[in-house]
């Protein structure tokens, strides 16, 4: 039960994954590595193929997902201050925590801007307007599409600029 647990919560995080972020399941990891699920490199984790973390994520359900997600999400606020927005806005819409979500793709979306990440930037913006129906009559949402449009316009793609005319008229 504890191996299974440990490799149930490591299913919803793609990619490497902090030892530090196992809390208690922790001492479980040994026997994942020994069964060959995982791999273990320094203080990272990750399973040893993607497929392998698909078909253990796409056997729970729903609400395990959930869950699961949810603790990943808090253990990533209260262990790692500095964590990637991204990762939590990630964990928040999964763990329908819609505001933190939200809060989190705005964040994400201004850090890979001011890096130059205009494509992660304008996908942020984008999940951050289909969140925000009415965004177009409402100051705040105005701003996001102003966001969003900039960013579109760097990457030659500002067609994005001509969906909230559109969305107003409906």
């Given at each position: 039960p504890a191996v299974r647990a440990a490799v149930e919560l490591l299913s919803v995080v793609p990619g490497r994954v902090p030892v530090t972020l196992l809390g208690s399941?922790?001492?479980a990891l040994d026997e994942a590595v020994l069964a060959g699920l995982l791999r273990v490199d320094g203080m990272v984790v990750e399973f040893?193929?993607?497929?392998?973390?698909?078909?253990?994520?796409?056997e729970?359900?729903?609400?395990?997902?959930?869950?699961?997600?949810?603790?990943?999400?808090?253990?990533?606020?209260?262990?790692?201050?500095?964590?990637e927005p991204a990762a939590l806005a990630y964990h928040a819409w999964r763990a329908d925590r819609s505001d933190l979500a939200l809060r989190?793709?705005?964040?994400?979306?201004?850090?890979?801007?001011?890096?130059?990440?205009?494509?992660?930037?304008?996908?942020?913006y984008r999940r951050a307007v289909s969140a925000t129906p009415g965004a177009v009559r409402d100051p705040a949402g105005a701003g996001l599409?102003?966001?969003?449009?900039?960013?579109?316009?760097?990457?030659?793609?500002?067609?994005?600029?001509y969906l909230p005319t559109a969305t107003m008229g409906n």
């Open positions: 399941e922790r001492p040893r193929h993607e497929l392998v973390r698909l078909a253990v994520e796409q729970l359900g729903p609400a395990r997902r959930q869950d699961l997600h949810a603790t990943v999400l808090e253990r990533l606020e209260r262990e790692q201050p500095a964590a989190c793709e705005l964040a994400a979306a201004a850090k890979a801007a001011g890096l130059g990440a205009h494509r992660e930037a304008a996908a942020h599409w102003l966001n969003l449009s900039r960013e579109e316009y760097l990457l030659g793609q500002d067609e994005a600029v």
